[in-house]
Structure formats: structure tokens, C-alpha cells
């Protein structure tokens, strides 16, 4: 399913991950959700700092994979509302001009969230209409790695492809989205193949004591 999404693309291979990069990629996923392997995110940090990346290159890739968490609401979201209406709640109705205002002051026309209401149709009205303030929290806890730009956009791009890919993940509608902006920020099939072969060995999640 994810080889065959690579496969069928037309991409030039560009270069492969650099040392930092690829350290950075590894911390990732590591520390991501479906690992959280205490031992393999500890080698990792050294490894990345052994490469050269910062502090805040460091905590910035953390912050990115942190967010794997909101995937929860983006299958969830829509699922309530039509139970909900099953279940006899009244959960349906025009949006209300405080959601207009909302939607507009969020999504504004924004491809990005264009794409991802197109990949997870429904979500983003949904949860506007369950939780104003968890549709607020929510841009506002995803964005925090993409405003302080101490990894290239494009890694940060890869590392959230690769979260996805993982065999403890495989969520194919942020796959899609990242693997997109990914290549459309330069990314080539070396760079993308690697990525999906630190996915495919992502340290197993062990207890956590």
C-alpha cells in the first residue's frame, strides 16, 4: 500500500539524508506514540548531538512527533457526531456565525488544511462543532514546530510521513498530506526511500517502568 503510493510517483531521486537529518529522523521515531522506546530515544538524542544538531533542533523534531496524538480526533470527530444524531442528541444544524468566524479564522483558504479536509473529510467541521476549544487547541499545539524553523520544513515534512508509516501507525490520510508537501518542498525518492526504511525499523514500543 505505502510502496506502491511511492512507486507511482514521478519524482527526480535527489540527494540522500544527511548525518543530522537521518539522526533526527531516528529521534523522531523513536519518541514518537507507537514507540516510545526509553533505550532507542536516549541513543537517539546522543546520536543527534554526536551529528551536530542543537538543542532546538532536538526539541523541535519531539514537538513535531507529539502531535501524532491529535489522530485520535481526526477519526473520531465525525464518528461522534453521526452516533450522536443516531442516539437522538441534536448535533445537527447550520454552522453558527461563531463558526463561520472560527473556520475562517483558522482555515482561511490555507491549502494545507484544504488537502487534509480533502484526505479526512469532515473532521475539521466536526470538531469546530464538538469543541470550539479543542478546534482552537488543536492548530494551536500543531503548529509550535512550524513556527520556530530550527528544522527545515521539508525533514519535519518526512519525519510526520514516516510516523505514519510505521508499521505500528499505517494512517494512509497523513501519509498522503506529508509525502505531498514533502516533495513539494524538495524532497526526492532517496531521501523519501530512507525515511520509509527507518519507518519500517522503528524501535517496538516496550513498558515503561
Same mark, same amino acid.
Given at each position: 500500500? &505505502?510502496?506502491? #503510493?511511492?512507486? #507511482? ?10 548525518? /543530522? ?20 530515544? @536516549?541513543?537517539? &538524542? /546522543? ?8 538543542? @532546538?533542533?532536538? /526539541?523541535?523534531?519531539? =514537538?513535531?512527533? =507529539? ?13 461522534? $457526531? ?18 463561520? *468566524? ?7 483558504? @490555507? ?15 466536526? $470538531?469546530?462543532?464538538? =469543541?470550539?476549544?479543542?478546534? @482552537? ?24 510521513? #514516516?510516523?505514519? #508509516? ?22 526526492? *525518492? *532517496? ?19
Amino acid at each position: 500500500m &505505502i510502496r506502491g #503510493a511511492i512507486d #507511482a510517483l514521478s519524482i527526480e531521486d535527489g540527494p540522500a539524508l544527511s548525518c /543530522q537529518e537521518r539522526a533526527l529522523i531516528k529521534l523522531g521515531l523513536a519518541a514518537s506514540v507507537t514507540s516510545l522506546n526509553i533505550r532507542a530515544i @536516549d541513543l537517539a &538524542i /546522543q546520536e543527534a548531538f554526536g551529528a551536530g544538531c542543537t538543542p @532546538d533542533q532536538v /526539541q523541535e523534531i519531539i =514537538s513535531v512527533v =507529539s502531535s501524532l496524538g491529535v489522530h485520535s480526533l481526526m477519526v473520531t470527530a465525525a464518528a461522534i $457526531l453521526k452516533r450522536a444524531r443516531e442516539a437522538g442528541h441534536d448535533v445537527d444544524g447550520p454552522p453558527t456565525e461563531f463558526e463561520e *468566524r472560527k473556520w475562517a479564522e483558522r482555515i482561511r483558504g @490555507d491549502p494545507f488544511w484544504s488537502a487534509m479536509n480533502h484526505e479526512l473529510p469532515g473532521f475539521l467541521r466536526s $470538531l469546530l462543532r464538538l =469543541s470550539p476549544k479543542q478546534f @482552537d487547541a488543536f492548530f494551536d499545539y500543531c503548529a509550535v514546530p512550524w513556527k520556530s524553523r530550527f528544522v527545515k520544513a521539508q525533514i519535519k515534512e518526512l519525519l510526520a510521513m #514516516a510516523c505514519d #508509516a510505521t508499521p505500528a501507525h499505517v494512517f494512509m490520510p497523513g501519509f498522503r498530506l506529508h509525502l505531498t508537501n514533502a516533495i513539494k518542498l524538495g524532497a526526492g *525518492r *532517496r531521501a523519501i526511500d530512507e525515511c520509509l526504511a527507518l519507518a519500517s525499523a522503528a524501535p517496538p514500543h516496550v513498558a515503561i517502568e
